[in-house]
Each structure stands twice: as C-alpha cells, then as structure tokens.
C-alpha cells in the first residue's frame, strides 16, 4: 500500500479521521483476487471469500463485487453477506454443530451447506426440501500419523461413507466434500499431500458436484519476502481436479477459500503514540489502541506484524527496541516488540502491516475501548 498511496496522504487523512483506524486499499484487493484466480488452469474453478475473516460491510461489497462467492460460518454472517451483494448461488455455509433451527434456515433460502458428522447429514436430509449436501472431512484423517496431531474439524474417511451411505437412504444425496487443510500456511508444498489425499478420496463419492478446499495461504507477517508460491500451488491443485474429472467421466467445480491470504495484505492498522518510558531496560510506547480492537497480536504473538512509524520511510535512522502496548491497564495489552527509530515521540503513528484479516472482525468489547474508525482508499 505504501508504495502505492503516498504517505504523507495516508498520513493526513488519519489525522483527519482520527485513532485508531482500519485503512483498506480496495484497488490492492482487487489486485489479489485477479491473481488468485489467475493461479488456476482448471475452467470449473471458483473462488470464495470467508466472511469470518473480515466481516466489515464495505469490504464484503468490494468482494461480492468481483464475483467472488462467500463461505459463511454463521447466519449472522450469511444475513451480512446477503446484504453485501453475494448471491445465494454463490455461497456456501460451512461450519460445526450446525442447530436444527439453522439448517430449515438455509434449506428455506436454498443455500449449499457442508456438515461435519453422518449425524448433520441425517437431521438435514429427515426434513430438508433439498436433501443434496456436502460432506466436511478431517485433514487428519487424510494422512497417516497420530490423529490427535489433527483439529477437530470434519468427519474421518470412515465416516465419510457412511454418511453417503445415510443420506442415500433417506433420499438424500452428498454431492460435494470440503476440506480445511489448515491456516497461514508459509508453503505450497505444505499443503500438497493433504490435497492429493483428499481428491484422491472424492474418486470414491459416486454423485459428486464439487470439491471444497478452505484455508492454508498464509501471510509473510515479518516481510522476509519468502511469499507463497500461488502458482506452484494452482498448478497441482489444477492437475489434481482435472485428473479427477477424468476419474469420474463428468465435469466437477472447484472451490478455493484462500482464508487470510486474499484480504490480509490489503489492511493496515494506524495507531498513535501517547506515551513512552523506560522500566527495567524496556522501553515501552504506549498507543491509543489496544488487543481489544487490534487482536491478532494477541492470539498469534508468534506471527507479529511489521511495523514502522507511517510518514517517513525510516530506512536509515537509527533504531532501538521498544516494546508498543496498548493504553489499558491489562498486562497481556503487547501490541508487538520490534525497533522503532530512537527518535520517536508522542504523537507519531504507527502502522500496522497485513491487517486485512482476523483483526477488525475479531474486535470485541473487552478493556472498554471505543471502536476504531475505518479508511477506504483505492488506487
């Protein structure tokens, strides 16, 4: 976004808005979803945005505005999502332990779901005006190891057909099975043998539509530049699908929710600093915000983001190492520990890099901070 929007710009406009503050570049996320799509060679491919990842409304309509369908988790997100602009023939709900009240929802709205357990597949198929569903299957259970090793996410192989199995008995079908390989994969080929194991497993499901795959492009958090390589990834998993069309004699659609990596770059958190001290040797900067409306710090302390002091590009001042924390009386409030030049003072902002993701939506009403405003930008 830097090089892009100048930051003097940036920099009066959130002395304008105030802080702390969101900035979403749109034209850097519709950037992304171009090259996310580009990666595939494979003509039955779609892509899908999980909504849990960023749920503000103006970002939704950025995304549905691209054609990119949704996965949702929960009905307040498919309400959100709906509003936003993404049609019910391009969403997919997607989640755990789904209520009995949810699924007449979605069967009423006509929406595709995917469940995780033969016991889903057999409420939804004894009422459901449309008894075709998809079959979530643990990553786990693809690969041989110790299954503890797994999340709890999904059914195991086993269960996957008995669920076809259950649902052909009642009528019913599984028409699609979806997979979330896992999160904030730094590689490619990390992500590989799970795939090939699960489209090897969809050979076997008699009356399949789709495949799902959910999750796993990471963000470079530290900006070591060693990025995910997309296109060794398209093109495995391109082979892969066209080898099961083959398999299957008939076209299959492909669904790919890249999670965090298709919004993630494209957000930045902007903070000022309110105060700075020295205690025990540590200098600690305090910022007007905190974990409360910043949280990813806080859940993943071991991926922390880049950040650098917005207005000049600090490249050649001397640094030391500070640790910035929010402005609350809560010990766990550490917003990173990095190097900021030593002549930082109070009212400098900071830039938070990569905050596109798991960060606004995860904002919660915790240490009593007020919400912070947002910035649309698009170059």
């Known amino acids: 976004m830097a090089a892009i929007l100048e930051r003097e710009k940036l920099k009066e406009m959130v002395s304008h808005s105030g802080t702390p503050a969101y900035v979403y570049n749109l034209g850097q996320l519709k950037r992304r979803i171009a090259e996310l799509r580009s ?10 945005f999980a909504t849990m990842a ?3 409304p103006q970002i939704l309509a950025a995304i549905a505005g691209e054609g990119v369908g949704a996965c949702v988790n929960s009905v307040p997100h498919l309400e959100l999502a709906m509003k936003a602009g993404f049609p019910t023939s391009r969403t997919q709900f997607t989640s755990t332990g789904i209520t009995h009240e949810d699924m007449r929802l979605l069967d009423a709205l006509g929406i595709q779901v995917n469940l995780d357990s033969p016991a889903q597949i057999v409420q939804w198929c004894s009422f459901a005006q449309v008894k075709r569903v998809g079959a979530r299957v643990n990553a786990a259970s693809l690969l ?3 299954p503890s090793k797994g999340d709890r996410i999904g059914m195991s192989i086993e269960d996957v ?5 259950e649902a052909d008995a009642q009528g019913g079908a599984v028409i699609g099975l979806h997979v979330y390989a896992g999160t904030n994969f730094q590689r490619a080929d990390a992500m590989l043998p799970t795939l090939r194991a699960f489209f090897k497993l969809a050979e076997s499901v008699p009356g399949l539509e789709y495949v799902n795959i959910g999750g796993g492009v990471g963000i470079d958090y530290s900006h070591t530049f060693d990025n995910f390589d997309l296109h060794l990834f398209g093109s495995e998993v391109s082979s892969m699908a066209l ?3 083959d398999r299957l004699g008939r076209a299959v659609d492909l669904y790919f929710e890249p999670g965090r990596g298709l919004v993630g770059a494209s957000g930045r958190f902007v903070t000022k600093v309110t105060d700075i001290k020295l205690l025990h040797g540590i200098t600690y900067v305090a910022v007007d915000g905190s974990v409360a ?3 990813r710090p806080f859940h993943n302390p071991d991926t922390p983001h880049h950040v650098r002091r917005l207005g000049s590009s600090d490249t050649s001042v001397a640094t030391r190492a500070v640790t910035i924390v929010g402005r ?12 900021l030049p030593t002549d930082i003072k109070i009212g400098d902002l900071l830039e938070f890099y990569d905050a596109g993701a798991y960060c606004q939506s995860m904002s919660s009403r915790f240490l009593g901070q007020e919400s912070p405003c947002y910035l649309m930008v698009e170059d």
Do not use: Q
């Open 144 to 146: 041989a190891g110790d």
């Open 243 to 245: 080898k099961l069309c």
């Open 293 to 295: 409306i910043f949280p």
């Open 161 to 165: 057909g008995s669920a076809i199995a």
């Open 54 to 56: 960023n749920d503000n």
């Open 328 to 339: 609350t009386t809560f010990s766990k409030d550490i917003l990173a520990r990095c190097n």
């Open 39 to 48: 990666i595939f060679d494979f003509p039955g491919s779609r892509l899908l």
